[in-house]
C-alpha cells in the first residue's frame, strides 16, 4: 500500500506573545527557541524589540514549515507562555 502525504513547506503562520513573556519563549542563551526548532522542523522568527502586532504590546512570532510544524510549535510556545501565566497568578 501506498501512503502520499502532501504539506506545503512554505506555509507561514503569525502568532502575537506577550513582549513581557517573549523571554520564556526564546530561552536562556536561546535554547527554548532552538529545542522548539529542532522538534517541530518548524522555522521561528520574532520580531524586533519595540516591533508588535498592530494595537497590541505582543511581539510578532512567524513560524514557517509545514502545517504540522507549525501546529507543533505554536503549542510548544503557548505551553511556555501558559506555565509562566499560571505562575504569575499564584
Do not use: C, P, W, Y
Not at 32 to 60: C, H, L, V, Y
Amino acid at each position: 500500500m501506498f501512503h502520499s502525504v502532501h504539506e506545503e513547506a512554505g506555509t507561514t503562520v503569525t502568532i502575537g506573545v506577550s513582549d513581557e513573556h517573549i523571554g520564556l519563549v526564546l530561552g536562556r542563551g536561546g535554547r527554548n527557541i532552538m529545542e522548539i526548532t529542532q522538534m517541530t522542523g518548524a522555522r521561528i522568527k520574532i520580531s524586533d524589540r519595540g516591533d508588535f502586532m498592530s494595537g497590541t504590546t505582543d511581539r510578532k512570532v512567524t513560524i514557517t514549515g509545514s502545517q504540522r510544524a507549525i501546529q507543533q510549535a505554536e503549542t510548544m510556545i503557548k505551553q511556555k507562555v501558559d506555565s509562566a501565566s499560571e505562575r504569575d497568578t499564584e
